[in-house]
């Protein structure tokens, strides 16, 4: 599952044209935690991308978000975001 869930979320984030694209689970790191149950997963992406030139911070992170938004609570409970315009 996680491995189809990072192609969904690779296609999902393709919009952005990213210039950089790493996906990682760290679903292990919060085994135990309430948010896993049921197989949720956790996953860091670090995005570089010119969309995000001059947005803060917090924009460049709405604009992951608004791409996955259908799958989260599950079957992503958390989404750790790095996003850059290098």
């Given at each position: 599952?996680?491995?189809?869930?990072?192609?969904?979320?690779?296609?999902r984030l393709a919009a952005l044209e990213p210039q950089r694209l790493e996906?990682?689970?760290?679903?292990h790191l919060h085994a135990g935690h309430a948010g896993s149950r049921g197989g949720a997963r956790h996953f860091r992406v670090i995005i570089s991308s010119a969309?995000?030139?001059?947005?803060?911070p917090v924009?460049?992170?709405?604009?992951?978000?608004?791409?996955?938004?259908?799958?989260?609570?599950h079957p992503i409970?958390?989404?750790?975001?790095v996003a850059s315009t290098a």
């Open positions: 599952m996680s491995t189809e869930l990072m192609d969904t979320l690779r296609g996906i990682i689970d760290e679903s969309q995000f030139a001059g947005l803060a924009a460049r992170h709405r604009l992951v978000y608004d791409r996955v938004q259908d799958l989260m609570p409970h958390a989404l750790a975001i």
